[in-house]
């Protein structure tokens, strides 16, 4: 795939929705599922809408999602955010990811245990459209 081809994610596909919270700050992440079981978009509510903070995150999401689906594998975009350090930074309530050090090293934690070669398929699947 040339960086001028996009993965187009298909209508009705399946996705991941995982609540997680990093000290004091509660969000979900949703995670889109392509029709080969890999992420190809994702998405984080976080508990303090309309803040810089929640804007700061959807702008991730989008540039993150349009990386994957524009042929960057999912182990360069974990490299490239997994241990980025800001607020909200500490213990999180996912037993497999005690500590986090911002949001961002905890979606790519997440998405590397879950999603990696060598992860299980997630339990959590469920069917969610576009």
Known sequence: MTPDQRLVMPET???VTHK????SYEGYL?????HTGQPGE???KMSKEGSTLSGLIQGFCRAFSLCLQHGLSLEDAVARFRGMTFEPMGPTSNPSIPEASSILDYVAKYLELNFSEDARVPAEKTTASA
């Open 20 to 23: 997680f919270s990093i000290g």
């Open 13 to 15: 596909r399946e996705s």
């Open 30 to 34: 949703t995670v889109g599922l392509f």
């Open 42 to 44: 994702i998405f984080i």
